[in-house]
């Protein structure tokens, strides 16, 4: 079995729309012939005039269901769903492939998906609102807050969210895998989690490099446990999820997943075989990626999170100073990423991938959602594409922007 990967690999960043000329009703149909609801949103501000981004007309469209649907058949992914918005440039809203490989359901974009890693943001917004509130420090160090952290009298909260602290991945630690293969229904607690982190001491010394590291996140999942007093589903859903105006996600306690959502499928299991992954408890993933939604809540949850709406301009400044991952291009911030401009995060863990971006230049949004994590020539379905729509809609901005390379411990 290869190590599970609710991480943001680095095949993802680092080494990892005047008048709507294409109607999504006209051009949201799925890959069987049905259109795809989409629900009403927020007025878009004024268009930006720098031709970043690509008028979506039916021409336009025509290539992008070409685009996804080779992808969609090299990579063997089951099924996936794409919208794009940009204010007067259009919209494009449309599924392919099958929600259910065993009734073939048809993939359309109002089924939830369990989102990974995009979790990290809804996370991390929690941890900067207590900052905007004096109730916690960027700088102060964990050891502050919980006790037991190795190097935690210098690890700072900062560190943390930006990916900075040394600290092993719990996730990639051999004993957890076999513990997680074995019974995939297990409920794990963020202490648990922990110490299949700790036990491999520090990889480096706090902010001398970056490692993405689920470690981290469970940490600030508990910084904002014992600041609030409440749980952290309950802080996430109150605090970030109500006021952003998300109706469709869910932070789940345990392995509920409200329907309509699609089912996933994944080859990380005890067999090898790709099994169907989507009663699996996600409870390993906790403030790192439990988190469910589906493609119109991240349409708007990308918006938010790349402006700062929940935030002080000042907090959401902080979180937006990216660090170099490596890549020419690429940056790591606050529980954020920006890839060749496209700022917002990505997410896997068995069954699912999302891609959840928004282009600041021409106020457009991606989101891609899809029902399998299966890597194809060593890449996340997700992040081809990605990179298949941003080389027709944003050819200065294609996201990843460089060749990715095989992710550490796959």
């Known amino acids: 079995m290869k190590p599970y990967r ?15 000329l294409i109607a999504p009703a006209a051009a949201a149909g799925s890959a069987h012939g049905a259109n795809d609801p989409a629900r009403s949103a927020p007025a878009a501000p004024s268009p930006s005039p720098d031709g970043t981004f690509a008028q979506l007309t039916p021409a336009v469209a025509a290539k992008l269901d ?46 939830r998906v369990r989102i990974g890693s995009e979790t990290k943001t809804f996370t991390v917004t929690a941890l900067l609102e207590l900052v905007d509130q004096h ?44 513990a997680l293969e074995t019974t995939p229904d297990k409920h ?26 689920n470690t981290n996140l469970v940490l600030l999942g508990l910084v904002i446990e014992k600041v609030t007093g409440r749980p952290l589903h309950d802080v996430v859903m109150r605090d970030v999820v109500a006021p952003a105006g998300l109706h469709h996600t869910l932070f789940p306690t345990g392995a509920e997943f409200p329907e309509p959502h699609a089912q996933g499928y994944t080859e990380q299991t005890a067999s090898g075989k790709i099994e169907n992954s989507t009663d699996w408890d996600p409870s390993w993933a906790w403030a790192a990626g439990a988190m469910i939604s589906d493609l119109q809540d991240l349409r ?14 000042a907090t959401q400044a902080e979180r937006l100073k990216t660090r170099p991952i490596g890549v020419p291009g690429d940056g790591y911030g606050l529980g954020i990423f920006d890839v060749q401009g496209w700022i917002g995060h990505n997410g896997s863990l068995p069954g ?32 081809l594409f990605g990179e298949a729509v941003t080389r027709i809609v944003s050819p200065q901005h294609v996201y990843p922007g460089h060749k990715p390379s095989a992710p550490k411990g796959s």
């Not at 609710?6 to 709507?20: D, E, K, M, S, Y």
């Not at 230049?361 to 959602?369: E, G, S, W």
Request: proline share 6%; aromatic share 10%.
């Open 6 to 20: 609710i991480r943001l690999r680095r095949a993802c960043v680092a080494a990892a729309t005047a008048g709507l």
């Open 66 to 111: 070409a685009a996804v649907r080779q992808v969609l058949r090299d990579a063997q992914v089951p099924g996936v769903a794409v919208g794009l918005w940009a204010p007067g440039k259009g919209s494009y809203v449309k599924s392919f492939g099958v929600a259910d490989k065993a009734t073939g359901a048809p993939m359309t974009s109002g089924l």
């Open 135 to 178: 109730r916690a420090g960027l700088d102060d160090p964990i050891g502050k807050y919980v006790t037991g952290v190795p190097n935690g009298n210098r690890i700072t909260l900062r560190e943390l969210a930006g990916m900075r602290s040394g600290l092993f991945n719990y996730s990639e630690d051999p004993d957890f895998a076999k």
């Open 188 to 213: 794990f607690t963020p202490q648990e989690l922990l110490a299949y982190g700790f036990k491999h001491g520090v990889q480096f010394q706090p902010d001398a490099q970056f490692d993405y590291s």
């Open 300 to 313: 708007s949850w990308a918006h938010t999170l790349a402006t700062g709406t929940l935030l002080t301009p």
């Open 352 to 383: 699912y991938e999302v891609l959840c971006v928004y282009l600041p230049q021409a106020r457009a949004t991606m989101v891609i959602v899809l029902n399998t994590d299966v890597l194809h020539d060593g890449q996340e379905p997700s992040t």
